[in-house]
């Protein structure tokens, strides 16, 4: 059977617990089964309980063919502890649920975890804001930002700003703004880098998803840039980098029968020795690799690993918010186990189950885990942690879409502007943020956007009565040439324009100029010599 497949949140885990559940409840076959000398009807054995779970996790997506049988055991030993199953004499969690023909029955009531309470949904203003062209050399900070003071538009500085659009150009000057400093640069990736995250996973905000607080801007700029031929990232700290003893164990494994460069003597067994080496050094690590912090961005990509380029674009972008040693070990490591599993000439690492299978369980929980062990935490991490390793060359690239809509930003900043005299008040609208929204929202802004501004220039210089009736008209005429829309707004009608525009005054031909003189008889006068 196929499950369903749960949806993103910060509260996926606990979803997939409930579910699980309910289709455990729903579907294990009950039947009557007889134990000392008397019969229990609705009931079912370990062994019966463990052949059908192991199933249906196999045949959900949520899980995969991946999981084993003791795995399926520990989670059913999860349930017992939880009461979610009990004996026949109705005790639960006294005792391990064992792989056997003991007897087992559903409670009445199976208990279902509650979710917990959810942060009040914020704005997408959470979101690290972008460096823009008005922007000094210091971040500006979004608390206890004083409102911009409403600009009025005058005449004057309109002509100074739409000079080439009326065909008269002021004196201006050209000017390029402040060097961008490594503080912004590392700023605007980490914004730019947040910002396609969400867009990825298709959340409406970040709450309970990610903190900001625990992203460091300076991280992604590292996974960015500070990486080798391979993509591999370089430490400028080698300390923080894996001990030499575990490299060289690595190396073995990976290019074995080849790897082995301390020329140590090969016994019976040796593989699997450096192999157990390995493991002991991850395991004892504080946290897992993908970070307690991260913890619910990556559990939110389990439930896009139906569509493989998304679910490979957003650990591309969620793996840059790595710290750089944690990234550097998730590649090694996630290169080793994909060599390991696809090399013919390695003996079997284990006498009962496959090196593929011994791989995920035994470093799965390394790379993906919480603070507080969850009860589907091994499931998750081993359903995770096989798509990243058959997708280990790919997810640790860096989104070409991300990169070039950084570097559009960042060549927009560096470059010059016309500046016209005396127009320095600035137009510039409050810190903006991203926000995801509809097609049509965003063709209704972008003419709002556009139009606005526009109208306010045209009652800007329509109200100004210092400037000559003459210029007037020629300005206006000009204006309706070029944003003939938003002139015919304002004057839809010869009458409204009458009411606004002065006239003008009629020029009469020069063979009619006579006619302005009053008329005058015509008269001559005689003179007569004596």
């Known amino acids: 059977m196929e499950g369903n497949v749960i949806g993103p949140g910060p509260y996926r885990a606990t979803k997939l617990w409930n579910e699980t559940i309910k289709l455990f409840r729903g579907g294990m076959p009950l039947r009557r089964h007889w134990a000392n000398f008397r019969y229990y009807d609705c009931s079912f054995t370990g062994s019966e309980a463990i052949d059908y779970l192991h199933e249906l996790l196999r045949c959900n997506y949520n899980f995969g063919p991946e999981v084993t049988r003791n795995q399926t055991l520990q989670l059913l030993r999860k349930f017992f502890k939880a009461h979610v199953i009990e004996d026949i004499k109705g005790r639960h969690g006294t005792e391990d649920f064992e792989d056997n023909s003991h007897l087992y029955r559903f409670p009445t009531l199976s208990p279902l975890k509650s979710f917990p309470t959810r942060p009040l949904l914020r704005d997408s203003c959470d979101l690290p804001r972008l460096i823009r062209w008005d922007d000094y050399e210091e971040l500006p900070q979004q608390e206890n930002v004083a409102p911009l003071k409403t600009a009025v538009m005058t005449s004057d500085l309109w002509n100074k700003r739409h000079s080439v659009a009326i065909g008269d150009v002021s004196e201006c000057k050209l000017i390029r703004r402040k060097e961008i400093t490594s503080k912004q640069v590392d700023h605007i990736w980490k914004s ?146 994909a060599r390991v599993c696809q090399n013919p000439h390695l003996p079997p690492l284990n006498d009962t189950i496959t090196t593929r299978t011994l791989m995920l369980q035994m470093f799965s929980h390394c790379v993906l885990g919480s603070v507080d062990e969850m009860d589907l935490d091994e499931l998750l991490a081993t359903k995770l942690v096989t798509f990243m390793m058959e997708h280990h060359n790919t997810i640790f690239q860096v989104p070409a879409k991300l990169r070039g809509q950084v570097e559009e930003h960042m060549s927009h900043l560096k470059r010059v502007q016309i500046k016209y005299a005396g127009s320095d008040t600035d137009f510039s609208l409050s810190p903006a943020f991203c926000k995801q929204i509809r097609r049509v929202e965003s063709e209704e802004q972008k003419v709002i956007g556009t139009q606005t501004p526009l109208q306010q220039l045209l009652e800007g210089l329509i109200a100004d009565k210092e400037l000559p009736a003459k210029d007037k008209r020629k300005r206006l005429k000009q204006f309706q040439r070029s944003y003939p829309e938003v002139y015919q707004n304002r004057f839809p009608t010869e009458e409204s324009k009458a009411a606004v525009i002065p006239a003008k005054t009629p020029r009469l031909k020069p063979h009619l100029m006579f006619l302005k003189k009053p008329f005058q008889p015509f008269q001559r006068s005689w003179s007569f010599r004596a």
């Not at 029968?257 to 019976?268: A, D, F, I, L, M």
């Not at 439930?303 to 380029?309: A, H, N, R, V, Y």
Request: hydrophobic fraction near 45%; glycine fraction near 4%; charged fraction near 20%.
């Open 192 to 337: 730019m880098t947040v910002a396609h995250l969400q867009r990825v996973l298709g959340l409406q905000s970040l709450d309970g998803v990610l903190n900001l607080k625990h992203v460091n801007s300076k991280h992604v700029f590292h996974n960015v840039f500070s990486v080798n031929k391979t993509g591999i990232v370089i430490l400028e700290n080698k300390a923080e980098d894996m001990p030499y003893w575990v490299v060289s164990a690595m190396k073995c494994l990976a290019n074995w029968p080849n790897g082995n460069e301390t020329k140590q003597p090969v016994y019976p067994g040796f593989e699997r020795d450096v192999l157990r080496t390995v493991a002991d050094y991850f395991q004892r690590l504080k946290e897992p690799l993908l970070t307690f912090h991260l913890y619910e961005v990556f559990v939110n990509i389990l439930s896009l690993l139906q569509e493989e380029e998304v679910a490979t674009e957003a650990l591309q972008v969620s793996g840059l918010l790595l710290p750089p040693p944690n990234r550097r070990r998730l590649q090694l490591l996630l290169r080793l186990m």
